[in-house]
């Protein structure tokens, strides 16, 4: 008896474990850190003022 309580168990940490790592995996940019003035970025969300501006001396800057 104890043993199937034990497998039920498991079985629904396993797909509680799944589904997080399934959502973790499709927000990832929560988690990503916005970068300061100054920084390289490829696109505007990547910033904390949400501007990438291209920098005079080559590429393109927050």
Same mark, same amino acid.
């Given at each position: =008896? $104890? @043993?199937?309580?034990?497998? !039920?168990? &498991?079985?629904? @940490?396993? =797909? +509680? &474990? %799944?589904?997080?790592?399934?959502? *973790?995996? %499709?927000?990832?940019? *929560?988690?990503?850190?916005?970068? $300061? !003035?100054?920084?390289?970025? %490829?696109?505007?969300?990547?910033? +904390? %003022?949400? =501007?990438? #501006? #291209?920098?005079?001396? *080559? *590429?393109? #800057?927050?």
């Amino acid at each position: =008896m $104890k @043993l199937s309580i034990i497998c !039920t168990f &498991l079985i629904v @940490l396993v =797909m +509680c &474990l %799944s589904s997080v790592a399934a959502w *973790g995996k %499709s927000k990832p940019k *929560g988690r990503e850190p916005c970068r $300061k !003035t100054m920084e390289p970025c %490829s696109f505007d969300s990547q910033c +904390c %003022s949400h =501007m990438c #501006r #291209r920098n005079p001396a *080559g *590429g393109y #800057r927050c």
